[in-house]
């Protein structure tokens, strides 16, 4: 039988602000253990929680963009478990008033726009870290991280496949980047994804039971333990098995899903509204103003650089994939202005360096301003299209301005009729059997005489420039 | 006259006015102390006396520089232990946390200490505030000073009987569900509870959030207003305090305004089970406010019969969430020689918390617990409501209420231990 995979996700975005959701202390990241940490996120007795402005402030701007409905008094509930990297005993979340209400983000899949729905996105604290050393007596716990302000966005169970999953999860992403709430890293788990599955026959319109996933730190993980869950649910199910609802924890080594804890294990988190906070109020005139803040999101300026730099799509949706990236190429198309040259140069030579060092477009070695000199060069003539590209590594690894770099390389291109006409003469001398070829008419000789310039002239010779001398030369 | 027979407001004109030091008055209460605590056990922990003697020695040759004094300064103020002391150990009356010191000051505490007072301890209490009569402390009961064989009251009954007892001129308690008022009026003493967002909760250890609040025992009701202007403003650190001006206490607590007020006498507050005894030395009171000007009104608060289910249910809700975190794993009682995480937890929460307490964490618990909350936790918070509502009315037509504290005198220590309905 065939069955219709159905698919919801959770994701739990970090949020950048400077400190932590309900304490002064840094968010920062691999720091010794218990090094940020202050009375109230270590919930010494009597500490009392203090809202984080700027998270609400990143909230509402990503509720904006998700199309959500704000809730204009929402409120922070606790979520009561105990667990050692725990240290109130209690996880400060929102549970029936989230902050952000039913919304939708449209990602596209296979060229083909899909509407996600969004069931809600709510603020809550990050708990610590337990700490398990080989060979050590008991646990470690480090609570650096207890009280970094997350954004957990849940979607409704509109997804259907794993690339639909994929889309959703980059599209995402890329929003929350473009937002500058969350730096989308996945292996840091500043982005960190459960997507929860379940199975029915084709045109059945009721839900099967759903498996929840963890432990899934990138999107190819997303997608293999998707495929994973998938064919185990369908074999299960076609066997005359049932699905339990459990939460399933993905083994990268294995490949496979295991269980984690089954629904029986589930806890009762007995949520209740924390006495401790005020309800958190939006008022009209501040979400406006937040509006007002919100950058031109991905879908957009995809639409955008298709229009305005009359790009392909294809080119034009790698280039807004990331935020740094089409900032890059905007910045360097301001002082080249030839959007499809600048185009072909980021998405080719530029991501290839970019991608094999791992470094972001924000970071760079070759600025926008340097590859821009660079392409002037080869628009001038002073360098050939292929020398440039040649060259191109090289720039990425050192910090020498591109035309110091050509002359250094000695490949400044020869356009110098004088110099040329020299060595094309004994090009012409050297082979007088095709120069009389040529002239008999056939032409495609032609190329080859200017590969024996080129080769006589070491490659720096202008091909347009011989091209046209050549064909001087040959015309009695 | 003795040093630790003056109220407040005399000890500290005669600071004031430079007739004593606060070497003196260090000096008198150490002593008083001395040979007064050990019959009634009011402090868990008391300031030694070279701290004390150096921290009066340092007000009396800072004062020379300062040139002027602050209202508390080198008053000898007790401060009730669930209050968090930077330095000095802040049990809460119980095993968990006996060897807790915390490493900040309470906003109270930073409030208090920047005028200088002398701190003489740390009162004991009903284990985390839990209970009435401080039967419940892990280090065992506080006496009633006009009669040892009776409670002190409770959970702030430590700061009572060390204000009865003069062993502090005042002293902080906290109030819950009467934990200030009660034992207050157990040792004839003042007490009062400020309206919940006066004071800052930053530092007080938390029994129940939404009702808990810190406020003065005292020997007069002048001095209540006196310690209220140090401990009332707006703290950032606590969400739910008011940002809100206050007046200066001290002029609203003088005698001449009665004749402004309507006096409203609750008739739920004077139903069946009031001992005849409390009943008629209420209405004395009530006669000579009458007399002295003070007009009298019947009133009636018709949600008062729920007022105590209600209580237990949002009390014990909150208070099964805030004692989570003494989970042995990072401060206070640690149970030893467990063999899991689970085993750890069990442990020390059996040895470290006292039946009382147990018993509460139980029954917040119930009432949270998914399929009871709307039944328990959802409905006490509209019953609260309702009773909020009840007094919202009353105060369009009076000016203040009065009524008994609790329906009989002091009972005996051990009494009512068995029954902790009864308590």
């Not at chain 1, 740094?324 to 290839?352: I, M, Q």
């Not at chain 2, 002398?118 to 506080?142: C, Q, R, V, W, Y």
């Not at chain 2, 020997?219 to 401990?231: E, F, P, Q, Y």
């Not at chain 2, 119930?366 to 936790?377: E, M, T």
């Amino acid at each position: 039988m065939a069955y219709e995979p159905v698919i919801g996700v959770e994701v739990h975005a970090q949020l950048r602000t400077q400190t932590k959701l309900f304490c002064g202390c840094p968010t920062s990241f691999g720091l010794p253990p218990n090094t940020l940490v202050c009375p109230v996120c270590l919930g010494l007795p009597g500490s009392l929680p203090v809202l984080n402005q700027r998270a609400v402030e990143m909230a509402v701007r990503t509720g904006l963009a998700l199309n959500c409905e704000l809730t204009l008094a929402s409120q922070f509930s606790r979520k009561n478990y105990f667990y050692p990297d725990l240290p109130k005993g209690y996880q400060i979340s929102q549970y029936d008033l989230p902050i952000c209400g039913p919304g939708w983000l449209d990602i596209s899949v296979k060229g083909k726009t899909k509407r996600v729905r969004i069931t809600r996105a709510h603020l809550e604290e990050d708990a610590g870290k337990s700490v398990h050393e080989e060979g050590a007596e008991g646990s470690q716990v480090d609570l650096n991280r207890t009280g970094t302000p997350l954004l957990e966005i849940v979607t409704e169970p509109d997804l259907h496949s794993s690339d639909e999953v994929d889309a959703y999860l980059k599209a995402l992403r890329d929003l929350l980047v473009y937002l500058d709430v969350c730096d989308g890293n996945m292996e840091q788990g500043s982005f960190r994804c459960e997507p929860n599955v379940s199975l029915r026959p084709q045109g059945q319109e009721k839900l099967g039971t759903k498996v929840e996933l963890k432990n899934i730190n990138s999107f190819r993980f997303a997608k293999d333990a998707l495929e994973y869950e998938m064919s185990r649910q369908a074999e299960l199910l076609s066997e005359g098995g049932v699905v339990v609802q459990e939460t399933r924890q993905w083994d990268v080594q294995k490949g496979q899903t295991a269980v984690m804890r089954s629904k029986e294990g589930a806890h009762d988190y007995r949520y209740f509204p924390d006495p401790d906070l005020l309800p958190i109020t939006l008022d009209s005139e501040w979400i406006e103003e937040l509006r007002a803040t919100i950058p031109e999101l991905p879908s957009t300026r995809l639409q955008r650089f298709t229009q305005e730099y009359e790009l392909s799509e294809y080119d034009a949706t790698i280039l807004t994939d990331s935020k740094g990236v089409a900032d890059y190429f905007e910045a360097c198309v301001k002082l080249f202005p030839n959007p499809k040259t600048v185009s072909n140069w980021v998405t080719g030579e530029l991501l290839r360096e970019l991608n094999a060092a791992g470094t972001s477009a924000e970071d760079s070695p070759v600025s926008p301003e340097r590859l821009a000199e660079l392409l002037q060069l080869v628009d001038a003539g002073t360098v050939s299209l292929k020398g440039a590209r040649e060259l191109f590594p090289e720039l990425y690894a050192s910090e020498i301005a591109p035309e110091q770099l050509v002359k250094d390389k000695g490949m400044v291109q020869v356009s110098d009729e004088g110099q040329l006409s020299g060595v094309i003469a004994d090009v012409l001398a050297n082979h007088s059997a095709q120069v009389e070829q040529y002239r008999g008419g056939k032409e495609a000789v032609l190329g080859f005489l200017v590969g024996q310039v080129m080769k006589a002239s070491k490659g720096t010779a202008n091909p347009g420039k011989v091209n046209e001398l050549l064909r001087q030369a040959l015309t009695p | 006259m003795a040093l630790f027979k003056l109220t407040l407001k005399e000890l500290q004109e005669k600071f004031t006015g430079g007739e004593v030091t606060a070497g003196e008055i260090a000096r008198a209460y150490l002593l008083r102390v001395s040979q007064v605590e050990p019959s009634i056990k009011a402090y868990i922990s008391v300031t030694t006396k070279e701290v004390l003697l150096g921290k009066a020695q340092g007000i009396d040759v800072g004062l020379k520089a300062w040139r002027k004094t602050e209202p508390l300064m080198a008053m000898p103020i007790g401060i009730k232990d669930n209050i968090c002391t930077k330095g000095m150990r802040t049990t809460c009356g119980s095993r968990m946390l006996d060897n807790f010191v915390p490493p900040y000051d309470a906003t109270v505490m930073n409030k208090l200490n920047a005028q200088k007072p002398l701190i003489i301890g740390k009162t004991n209490l009903d284990e985390f505030a839990m209970g009435s009569s401080t039967e419940h402390s892990a280090f065992g009961p506080s006496r009633n000073p006009w009669n040892q064989k009776h409670i002190p009251g409770g959970s702030s009954g430590g700061s009572a009987a060390a204000v009865a007892a003069e062993e502090c001129v005042a002293a902080l308690g906290s109030d819950t569900g009467g934990s200030i008022r009660q034992p207050a009026a157990c040792c004839g003493v003042v007490g009062f509870k400020p309206t919940y967002g006066r004071v800052s909760r930053y530092g007080l250890v938390a029994f129940a959030s939404s009702l808990d609040q810190i406020g003065p025992i005292t020997k007069t009701v002048t001095d209540a207003a006196i310690m209220l202007n140090a401990l009332v403003g707006y703290d950032p650190l606590d969400s739910t305090s008011a940002d809100r001006d206050f007046p200066d206490f001290t002029k609203s607590a003088k005698k001449k305004d009665i004749k402004k007020l309507t006096i409203g006498v609750p008739e739920e507050y004077f139903a069946e089970g009031l001992d005849s005894e409390v009943a008629e030395k209420v209405q004395d009171a009530i006669a000579v406010l009458e007399k002295i000007g003070g007009k009298i009104q019947a009133v009636t608060l018709p949600s008062t019969a729920r007022a105590i289910a209600t209580y237990y249910l949002i009390a014990t809700a909150e208070a099964s969430s805030n004692l989570a975190r003494y989970d042995g794993v990072k401060y206070g009682f640690r149970a030893k020689e467990c063999k899991s995480l689970a085993e750890m937890y069990h442990s020390t929460r059996s040895h470290g918390f006292g039946p009382e307490v147990k018993r509460r964490i139980m029954l917040g618990t119930y009432a949270l617990s998914a399929g009871y909350y709307d039944a328990y936790y959802a409905k006490a918070q509209a019953v609260r409501t309702m009773i909020q509502r009840d007094f919202d009315e009353v105060f369009k037509e009076v000016d203040l209420l009065v009524s008994p504290v609790m329906p009989t005198p002091a009972f005996q220590l051990g009494e009512r231990l068995e029954d902790p309905l009864q308590m």
